[in-house]
């Protein structure tokens, strides 16, 4: 047996869970009708497959009507959904995972205006900032209610099979009562003291215990340092973590630090690039020696080295690597087999959990075949044909496709003309918060060399270039340039966002960035300009800034520019730039009609996308066997391609990711593993 300390058994109650690691408790949005059918059993099952000894099922799924799922959260006050976890659990046990589920009510941590429509409660009539919802202050016959449904749906969950549940308690309903931020109630579940305030946790625990007994596995995800004023204090919460363990209803904690409210105080919590690692470990270390009650605790524990550190410091009992396993599913197969090196990393970009608050399914930046297991392999198959391939272009797409076709076992060659692997990744990792992305890049490129893929930098791919290597399948991964050519007139007035961020041109001291496309790129420049002390204007046509950068994502660049001498603009569009002496004058419409202005600045920035290269793509075009099309019904199924138009044709072609048409990283790596997969 290995001596390696993640690997030790660790014994929960009656349960023996066979490794330190885990999985926290996350709704990525897989559901379908509040349901966790076909699709989220098996994102679970492969990672129980792979070896992780417990996983935390669901994120806030939810207990009662009233508490309206935010990001498609699993309806446990649905008897119908029984049957579902019963498959899911039965799946993971399998392995010999075990599985367990987070239940909850959010409180005012919803929307008003989802599922039934129905009022929703809290201990504060304030609204949320994150939700904007207004909630009515429980009344007695809510708080009967509701605990009632916590123990039903927990009912559920033991009668599905599950080794156990925990309660999110960290700005939730029940830590919505807890916090003297959010407890305005009076009476016995009312804000006056510590006791009164955790009444309403302590009777969901009390009913909950009754109901499943005492042998079932409960515990409590608890914040134990809200980090806010007037909230819960340190010391506070190793006060409320003793009474947990002191009440003896409670199996483990899983220690959160901080407050959610706002997408400010979300990412102190669940850092993401460019934040310290692993921040909250040491003070979870200090829960679990002031109670001495087995702890559970996950915030960018992203590396097996931290994650070890935690175990033999004593810090946790089980350290949980969540979006490390959105990344890679099998850590601790890697782990076990001594291929520790080969684990892809989590970069931390946030893409998964960012699409959730958006109301869209949760799918990891790198790793397309997660939230896809039952279309996309995360392990590759070899293929029964060995073919040459020849990939251009090293950008995330294009190593993407190598990749594949070398774990296929194909025969690849890879060009690039430049003198680095990366494409604009190489320019996104420009900004020091976010360096982690080149390692989107530095994991492919090592996992090429471990697969004998040939790359050959500096290499102007042409015609010839290509046909010399008799290629099978030629795959176009050129990307794009950026698009400036927007205007009615003036665009050769105007800058990139590229130029800025490469140092190619140097920052103006009054300047506009025009941003159309709303991605990162907009506002990274933005903020090179902000920061060589210039005074900055971006402006959107959009009805908010930025659109494509989401909530979590948008933090640090507030943090950094809020600072800075920097204005947003929103609902306005640069038409037309003119020169006026040395300087420039921005033409500035409206789509909504009626205005037309005329702003001076020294220099214009426009953020407006990729156009496509595709030169190379069109002139091998009439050489290949499929003239260039894919057969999309074909792709979407799974199958291979199988277009064969061109008799004259000696190879197939395809293209992918931004030499297509302007999206993004995720997007390209998806059109590289589904097209690939199946070559
Ligand atoms: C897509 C996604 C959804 C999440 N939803 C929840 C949730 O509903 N409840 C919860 O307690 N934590 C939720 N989390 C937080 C994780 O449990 C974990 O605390 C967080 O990701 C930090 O750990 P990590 O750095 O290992 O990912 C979610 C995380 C992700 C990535
Ligand atoms: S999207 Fe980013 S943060 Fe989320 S799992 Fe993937 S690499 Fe990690």
Redesign the pocket.
Known sequence: MSNDPLLQPFRLKHLTLKNRIM???????YTEDGMPKARYRAYHQERAKAGVALT?T???AVVSRDSAPA?N?ILTYKDEVVPYMRDMADACHEHGCAIMI?L?HMGRRTRWDGADWLPTISATRRREPAHRLSPKLAEDWDIERVIADYADAAERMKFAGLDGIEL?A?NHLTDQFMSPLTNELDGPYGGATLESRMKFLMDVLGAIRERCGSEFILGV?NVADECLEGGITKQEGIEIATRLRDCGLVDFL?I?RGHIETDAGLTD???IQGMPSAPHLDFAGEVRQATKVPVFH?????DVSTARHAIVSGKLDMV???????ADPQIVRKIVEGREEEIRP?V?A?Y??D??YLGAD?FCIHNAATGRELEMPQDITKATDKKKVVVVGAGPGGLEAARVAAERGHDVVVMEAAARAGGQILLTSQSTRRKEMISIIDWRLAQCERLGVTIHFNTWAEVDTVTKEDPDVVIIATGGYPDTEILKSGNELVVSTWDIISGDVKPGRNVLVFDEAGDNAGLQAAEVIAKAGAKVEVMTPDRNFAPEVMGMNLVPYMRAMQKLDTTFTVTYRLEAVKRDGNGLIAVIGSDYGGISREVPFDQIVVNAGTVPMAELYFDLKPLSKNLGAVDYLALTAGRPQQMDTNADGSFHLYRIGDAVSSRNTHAAIYDALRLVKDI
């Open positions: 999985i926290t408790s996350h709704e990525p949005a935390m669901a994120g806030s990001f959260n987070q909850t999110n960290y995800r899983d959160i919590v669940i850092p996950a915030a960018k524990i992203s949980g690597l969540t979006r490390p396993h959105m989590c931390g946030n998964c959990l699409r959730i949760a």
